[in-house]
């Protein structure tokens, strides 16, 4: 079973730009769609940005188009989103998740359509 694992979170300035990273303990990522994932306190977990297993397809939510991109090197078993000029409403706790499928979901990056989720880590935005 895929079990994933975020790090990179913490806090920045807005502005600032922080690295996510996403790696899988014992196991390979080479064929799940990866998708991250974030629940601001209070709010419903949204889709950020998800890639396909061969990287060709990606998708993000409108809130953080050309300011975040999604990648991944599969021969580090490594799915990175990397988030520039973060403002404070790109607070909240983010989330890595593995689709069971290489293919984007229906949805494009729905929480629904990913089966193995990571703990989370926090990224807080503030000065």
């Known amino acids: 079973q895929v079990q994933p694992v975020e790090s990179g979170g913490g806090l920045v300035q807005p502005g600032g730009s922080l690295q996510l990273s996403c790696t899988a303990s014992?196991?390979?990522?080479?064929?799940?769609?990866i998708g991250w994932f974030r629940q601001a306190p209070g709010k419903e977990r949204e889709g950020v940005s998800c890639?396909?297993?061969?990287?060709?397809?990606?998708h993000y939510a409108d809130s953080v188009k050309g300011r975040f991109t999604i990648s991944r090197d599969n021969a580090k078993n490594t799915i990175y989103l990397q988030m520039d000029n973060l403002k404070p409403e790109d607070t909240a706790v983010y989330y890595c998740a593995a689709r069971r499928f290489g293919g984007l979901g229906s949805w494009g990056c729905s929480p629904n359509e990913h089966d193995y989720w990571g703990q989370g880590t926090p990224v807080t935005v503030s000065s």
């Open positions: 890639i396909s297993a061969s990287g060709k397809s990606t």
């Open positions: 014992g196991s390979s990522l080479d064929f799940n769609a």
